[in-house]
């Protein structure tokens, strides 16, 4: 990619077509003195000001008896992965993340599964380029904790990995 002062078009469409392609709804991107914004739903939401909070009015008597509201139903969330003693893999680049080969078929990995040590575990694409994400150790995945297709930082986590002895 050229300097940030001179970016062509040809990047700014790869830029725009990566966020497409991503999972992402709206992206606002500032270089210096450029600023490009865009949204899959019409163009994003601008960000203005909070209103000030209205000051708060006494209340009658009459309105302190309303009815209490409904205690929230529970719902059935998974447990977080144990953590402990596990390896982070991080994101080698900005970039759009795929958990497998091509669209259609089965990820590279999944959560419960063993890897070896320089197994590919996904890819990161940044500009059509394609980074592959790869185990640093032997080990079991024990969480991917970016989800496929999804626009990841450089340096956001990607996966947990409880190493083992091999």
Same mark, same amino acid.
């Given at each position: ?39 899959? %739903?019409? @163009?994003? #939401?601008?960000?203005? $000001? /909070? =209103? &000030? ?16 509201? %409904?205690? @929230?139903? #529970?719902?059935?969330? $998974? /447990? =977080? &992965? ?18 497998? @080969?091509?669209?259609?078929?089965? $990820? ?27 185990? $640093? ?30």
């Amino acid at each position: 990619m050229s300097t940030p002062e001179r970016l062509t078009h040809r990047e700014v469409r790869e830029i725009l077509r990566s966020f497409q392609d991503s999972g992402w709804t709206a992206m606002t991107l500032e270089l210096d003195d450029l600023r490009i914004t865009a949204g899959k %739903e019409g @163009p994003p #939401a601008t960000r203005e $000001p /909070a =209103p &000030a909070p209205a000051a708060a009015k006494p209340v009658a008597a009459e309105e302190k008896s309303a009815p209490e509201p %409904e205690p @929230p139903v #529970a719902v059935d969330t $998974p /447990a =977080p &992965a144990d953590r402990t003693g596990c390896v982070e893999l991080r994101s080698p680049a900005v970039g759009a993340f795929w958990v497998a @080969p091509s669209p259609g078929e089965p $990820p590279f990995v999944e959560p419960g599964q063993t890897v070896a040590a320089g197994q590919q575990l996904a890819i990161v694409e940044v500009m059509k380029l394609m980074s592959p994400v790869v185990a $640093p150790q032997a080990g079991v995945v024990v969480e991917v904790c970016a989800g496929n297709a999804e626009l990841v930082e450089y340096d956001q986590l990607l996966f947990l990995i409880r190493p083992s002895d091999e």
